[in-house]
């Protein structure tokens, strides 16, 4: 997964021609530290000036209009049109709009994009714990899946069969840690989550989770088996990749990257 020239990592999977997508890193930005130097994010404290000359250097970069979301940790998911203004509370959204730029940004949750064989839609996913574990079994990627797929004409299993799915870079399996009861809230909805999860030996109550391989199983149990990108291996993790990622638990006050995705014009 090595960065492109100007910083951005391009996922390695068979989206269909006519759609895009594409990570961005630290790099390639105007921001001092400790934001440097492509922060996206304009609520982390960074100069404003600064994040709307790398939010324009991202556009021309991309050649489409991102949309920038103000993501809660929720499973709100919006749909865009040329109107949707930046800033709309969700933490997905979707569209079949051509140039426009389903976008999440992070700095430790997991980024989810989303396309089908026939390039009918995009989607884009922001899943921490909390939205990816929701409420009831339903997280931010069922709540996803359910709208993109009034985007896509067909059955619901063909559709899900013809969805592909692309992980961006997370907090690593070895060093998220979390409690029992984020074990237990995953676990309530899929017993099989308890793979995912690692005793700390260190402290007890606490555990090594595998954040990426958690998606992954909600996207199966959506029929989603063609799954790209994040393997929990060391290469994907935030935290432990400095250089490279921006990352929430290793700094606090630091920038967001993010994961985009969209249909040619």
């Known amino acids: 997964m090595p960065p492109s020239e100007q910083g951005f990592v391009t996922p390695d999977w068979p989206a269909p021609a006519g759609v895009h997508a594409i990570c961005t890193s630290r790099a390639g930005g105007v921001s001092a530290a400790p934001y440097d130097s492509f922060n996206l994010g304009d609520h982390v404290g960074d100069d404003p000036a600064h994040v709307a000359s790398n939010r324009s250097i991202f556009a021309r970069a991309i050649g489409a209009q991102p949309f920038f979301l103000n993501q809660v940790h929720g499973t709100q998911v919006l749909t865009l049109d040329a109107t949707t203004p930046n800033g709309t509370v969700a933490d997905a959204c979707l569209t079949d709009r051509p140039g ?155 920038g967001r990257f993010c994961a985009s995705i969209w249909l040619e014009r």
Request: proline residues 4%; aromatic residues 8%; hydrophobic residues 45%.
């Open 100 to 254: 426009l730029a389903c976008t999440v940004m992070v700095a430790d949750c997991l980024p989810v994009l989303l396309t089908n064989r026939q390039g009918r839609a995009v989607a884009a996913a922001h899943a921490g714990w909390r939205g990816l574990v929701g409420q009831g079994g339903v997280g931010i990627l069922e709540a996803t899946h359910q709208r993109f797929l009034a985007l896509v004409p067909g059955g619901q299993a063909r559709q899900a069969a013809d969805t592909l799915a692309w992980l961006g870079p997370c907090i690593g399996p070895q060093a998220f840690e979390v409690g029992d009861e984020v074990r237990a809230a995953f676990i309530a909805s899929d017993a099989s989550a308890a793979s995912c999860f690692k005793p700390q030996a260190l402290t007890p109550g606490k555990w090594l989770a595998d954040l990426a391989a958690l998606a992954r199983l909600r996207l199966r149990a959506l029929g989603i088996d063609q799954v790209y990108g994040n393997d929990g291996s060391a290469a994907w993790c935030t935290v432990g990749n400095a250089s490279q990622f921006f990352s929430y638990r290793r700094d606090r006050v630091t």
